[in-house]
């Protein structure tokens, strides 16, 4: 397992499932059962056409309810339905690039485009990359990109328009132009 696989296991593993009121829960039940069985889907395919399981990878023992153990799968390519579909449910797929056009390519081979998320401690970089994502936001370094000042919307399949800051009040706003020409004014 590469160092960045097995620093994200680590993280994944220290995950607590559970109740989300119950102390010390981080990871919650996913919202109704066709989540689970989505989600359960993704993986099983994914395993079928090649890619590695990591950590997780079914339904938790002893819990019930909608949960499914976070999961992280390696050797992930673009005929994955995991790379098609979204999934919403607790999988981290790992894709493999060799270059940063390759990444670029990767994340933008989607028909859905609502938020991208890298890390970079090149800020040249950041805004090279940010420029060339199809998506309507972006996280750097940070999985926290939603605030009430900021613009939530995607782009492709994923949305059309603006929520939020001033950008999403928009919406309701009706813009009128009144063009005027060819007139002689009369004194």
Known sequence: ???????LCAKVKALRLGR???????????????????TAA????ALEK????????KKPDGLTGYFYEPTVIKGVTSDMEVAKDETFGPLA?????STEAEA???????????????FSKDISRVLRVGKQ????????NTGLISAAEAPFGGVKESGIG???SKYGLAEYQNVKSITIGNTRLRS
């Open 1 to 7: 397992m590469d160092e960045f696989a097995a620093k």
């Open 20 to 38: 989300g009121i119950d102390e010390g829960t981080t990871q919650g039940p996913l919202v109704n059962s066709s989540a689970v069985e989505k």
């Open 42 to 45: 993704h993986v099983k395919d």
């Open 50 to 57: 090649g890619a590695t399981l990591l950590i997780g990878g």
């Open 93 to 97: 797929p790992i894709f493999s690039f």
């Open 104 to 118: 670029v390519a990767l994340a933008n081979d989607t028909e859905f485009g609502l938020a991208g998320y890298f």
């Open 133 to 140: 994502l199809q998506c309507g936001m972006i996280g750097v």
């Open 162 to 164: 603006r929520e939020g």
